[in-house]
């Protein structure tokens, strides 16, 4: 079992900073891929970034150039410095861990942290 508990949402207006934080009540050094998702009001969940073990990233083409997402294994945390932010970048954003088990992999998630972005 994994736990994720995101922090550092809130309101914000457009052009401003937010950085979210997420806590995982394991080790993540053995944990491939870490990543951030959000999910807009009537809208499907979207991968916003992700980050592998090795350090590599990938990002969604609306935050590419505004976001950095990145990790501290020894602190078990991933980051999403969130700069030039825009209103359509409203929405929970949520944690997601992808975790070999011996069935295979499996997806935790965190109960997700609200960004407004007013104009």
């Known amino acids: 079992q994994v736990q994720l508990v995101e922090s550092g949402g809130g309101l914000v207006q457009a052009g401003g900073s937010l950085r979210l934080s997420c806590a995982a009540s394991t080790t993540i050094f053995s944990i491939n891929i870490m990543a951030w998702y959000r999910q807009a009001p009537g809208k499907q969940r979207d991968l916003v970034a992700a980050v592998t073990s090795g350090g590599s990233t990938n990002y969604a083409d609306s935050v590419k150039g505004r976001f950095t997402i990145s990790r501290d294994n020894a602190k078990n945390t991933v980051y999403l410095q969130m700069n030039s932010l825009k209103p359509e970048d409203t929405a929970v954003h949520y944690c997601?861990?992808?975790?070999?088990?011996?069935?295979?992999?499996?997806?935790?998630w965190g109960q997700g942290t609200q960004v407004t972005v007013s104009l």
């Open positions: 997601n861990a992808n975790v070999p088990t011996n069935w295979g992999l499996h997806d935790y």
